[in-house]
């Protein structure tokens, strides 16, 4: 759904567009639809038009972009960002090695060019990295967090006005970003370490557009990585509150005689004593109640419920007083669904990610004190992988299966004193990278098959 804005005052134009999957479905919305009333106007449904645009032409034949290789990827990759908006293309919390490092030697007090050499004289160059790059993402992640983005669950449902912003220089400043967006941003939260930023737009196209412009565009001397950021908890709430008042609508109608009215299309501004005035003189009145609204300049939710003494009052209260106005808003009257209960708003759930517990881990046949370490560069070794876990909690073993030409086989398995040791590390470095590659982490099974671990039991892979 696309329901252009006007870019000063930013209220809608009065017309949308709506892509269906299928041509069949669109008709048959049309039909259905055309002529229907919406908020007291008739709807006038026709087919769009296909929208031509210059990026639907192949990359190879626009003779307008450059030739070289990488220039032509970078315009492909944006052309990507700009028609699949709602798919994450790349981790949330990445961070560049460089820019990690940059901040810790900041940080640290020393210069970046001594550090480096003394990284790579001790022999752990690339696990200090990865260590630099772990906990800057532990602070970026509960940055967010706090402000109720969860960017740490790849699986969350994505905002529609949030873009998250990504491989930004270390020495990035507010004020350049809010320069770079313009006046369309709302909001703008940018992480303690500069490297990642969410910004927030008052409109879905206004977000929209930012990603097509700004999508793999150079800043400074980097590209800039967008992305639709998380639901933060506010939209996941109403969300859920609208759901609740879906449901509410549906449940409420009943064709069967109820002791009570379930009254829809009042206006925001009507109140019970309104109500009262129009039923309290029907026989075996006894109420008037609307939900409480959920911002302060409504007085209600749109629909009501008026209740009887018996279901023969409200049938023929429902008789007399069809038709009846308002507020300059027409009453749609219906018998109301018996009772039911929904969920309040204190009850609402969050999308923090969770690590599973360690009973539920046994539950499923997990081992709750040994993770598994997937996509390991064939260049690391146990040591490295040993300085790297140990550094986040107690290890007892580390072990790297070999393939028949004394090489591993791109995983290693990490045995910790305790759960809650395992735990962190998995939540430190599921994001992280060791000599360039992303690290795949997870708990590693009760019991594996037979020849996975076993084959090789050398003294070299086991310490």
């Given at each position: 759904?696309?329901?252009?804005?006007?870019?000063?005052?930013?209220?809608?134009?009065?017309?949308?567009?709506?892509?269906?999957?299928?041509?069949?479905?669109?008709?048959?919305?049309?039909?259905?639809?055309?002529?229907?009333?919406?908020?007291?106007?008739?709807?006038?449904?026709?087919?769009?038009?296909?929208?031509?645009?210059?990026?639907?032409?192949p990359?190879?034949?626009?003779?307008?972009?450059?030739?070289?290789?990488?220039?032509?990827?970078?315009?492909?990759?944006?052309?990507?960002?700009?028609?699949?908006?709602?798919?994450t293309?790349?981790?949330?919390?990445?961070?560049?090695?460089?820019?990690a490092?940059?901040?810790a030697?900041?940080?640290?007090?020393?210069?970046?060019?001594?550090?480096?050499?003394?990284?790579?004289?001790?022999?752990?160059?690339?696990?200090?990295?990865?260590?630099?790059?772990?906990?800057?993402?532990?602070?970026?992640?509960?940055?967010?967090?706090?402000?109720?983005?969860?960017?740490?669950?790849?699986?969350?449902?994505?905002?529609?006005?949030?873009?998250?912003?990504?491989?930004?220089?270390?020495?990035?400043?507010?004020?350049?970003?809010?320069?770079?967006?313009?006046?369309?941003?709302?909001?703008?939260?940018?992480?303690?370490?500069?490297?990642?930023?969410?910004?927030?737009?008052?409109?879905?196209?206004?977000?929209?557009?930012?990603?097509?412009?700004?999508?793999?565009?150079?800043?400074?001397?980097?590209?800039?990585?967008?992305?639709?950021?998380?639901?933060?908890?506010?939209?996941?709430?109403?969300?859920?509150?609208?759901?609740?008042?879906?449901?509410?609508?549906?449940?409420?109608?009943?064709?069967?005689?109820?002791?009570?009215?379930?009254?829809?299309?009042?206006?925001?501004?009507?109140?019970?004593?309104?109500?009262?005035?129009?039923?309290?003189?029907?026989?075996?009145?006894?109420?008037?109640?609307?939900?409480?609204?959920?911002?302060?300049?409504?007085?209600?939710?749109?629909?009501?419920?008026?209740?009887?003494?018996?279901?023969?009052?409200?049938?023929a209260?429902?008789?007399?007083?069809?038709?009846?106005?308002?507020?300059?808003?027409?009453?749609?009257?219906?018998?109301?669904?018996?009772?039911?209960?929904?969920?309040?708003?204190?009850?609402?759930?969050?999308?923090v990610s969770?690590?599973?517990?360690?009973?539920?881990?046994?539950?499923?046949?997990?081992?709750?004190?040994?993770?598994?370490?997937?996509?390991?560069?064939?260049?690391?070794?146990?040591?490295?992988?040993?300085?790297?876990?140990?550094?986040?909690?107690?290890i007892?073993?580390?072990?790297?299966?070999?393939?028949?030409?004394?090489?591993?086989?791109?995983?290693?398995?990490?045995?910790?004193?305790?759960?809650?040791?395992?735990?962190a590390?998995?939540?430190?470095?599921?994001?992280?990278?060791?000599?360039?590659?992303?690290?795949?982490?997870?708990?590693?099974?009760?019991?594996?098959?037979?020849?996975?671990?076993?084959?090789?039991?050398?003294?070299?892979?086991?310490?």
């Amino acid at each position: 759904v696309h329901a252009p804005i006007d870019k000063k005052s930013k209220q809608q134009l009065g017309y949308a567009f709506v892509r269906f999957v299928l041509p069949e479905a669109a008709e048959k919305a049309r039909l259905a639809l055309d002529g229907k009333a919406l908020h007291g106007k008739p709807l006038r449904v026709v087919q769009a038009l296909e929208q031509t645009q210059d990026d639907e032409t192949p990359i190879e034949n626009q003779s307008w972009l450059p030739r070289t290789f990488s220039e032509k990827r970078q315009a492909e990759r944006r052309a990507a960002a700009a028609k699949a908006p709602h798919k994450t293309g790349m981790l949330n919390e990445y961070v560049r090695e460089d820019a990690a490092f940059t901040t810790a030697a900041k940080r640290a007090g020393v210069d970046k060019k001594q550090a480096l050499v003394n990284t790579y004289d001790s022999g752990n160059a690339a696990v200090t990295m990865a260590l630099a790059e772990a906990s800057l993402q532990t602070e970026t992640r509960e940055f967010f967090l706090e402000r109720g983005y969860d960017i740490s669950n790849e699986q969350a449902p994505r905002s529609r006005q949030a873009l998250l912003v990504k491989n930004l220089p270390s020495d990035t400043n507010e004020a350049e970003l809010r320069t770079l967006f313009g006046s369309d941003l709302k909001h703008l939260y940018l992480a303690p370490a500069n490297t990642t930023a969410i910004a927030i737009f008052a409109h879905p196209t206004e977000a929209r557009a930012a990603l097509k412009r700004h999508a793999y565009r150079r800043f400074r001397r980097l590209p800039l990585y967008l992305d639709w950021a998380p639901q933060s908890q506010v939209e996941i709430g109403q969300k859920r509150r609208n759901e609740q008042d879906e449901a509410m609508v549906e449940e409420a109608i009943n064709e069967e005689p109820t002791p009570t009215l379930y009254v829809k299309n009042l206006a925001f501004c009507s109140t019970t004593a309104g109500l009262e005035e129009i039923f309290a003189h029907c026989q075996g009145f006894r109420a008037v109640s609307m939900p409480p609204p959920k911002t302060e300049d409504k007085r209600n939710r749109g629909f009501g419920f008026v209740s009887f003494a018996t279901a023969d009052d409200a049938a023929a209260a429902l008789r007399r007083n069809r038709g009846k106005m308002l507020d300059d808003r027409v009453l749609d009257l219906q018998f109301a669904a018996s009772q039911t209960t929904s969920a309040t708003d204190d009850e609402e759930t969050t999308n923090v990610s969770k690590i599973p517990s360690a009973s539920e881990l046994k539950r499923r046949g997990k081992n709750p004190t040994k993770l598994v370490v997937r996509n390991l560069a064939f260049a690391a070794t146990v040591q490295d992988v040993r300085s790297l876990f140990s550094a986040l909690g107690q290890i007892s073993t580390v072990r790297l299966p070999k393939r028949f030409d004394g090489r591993h086989r791109g995983f290693a398995f990490v045995d910790f004193a305790s759960y809650r040791d395992a735990a962190a590390a998995l939540s430190a470095l599921k994001s992280a990278h060791l000599f360039g590659r992303h690290l795949v982490l997870d708990f590693a099974d009760a019991i594996t098959p037979t020849g996975q671990e076993d084959l090789d039991d050398d003294n070299d892979d086991i310490e």
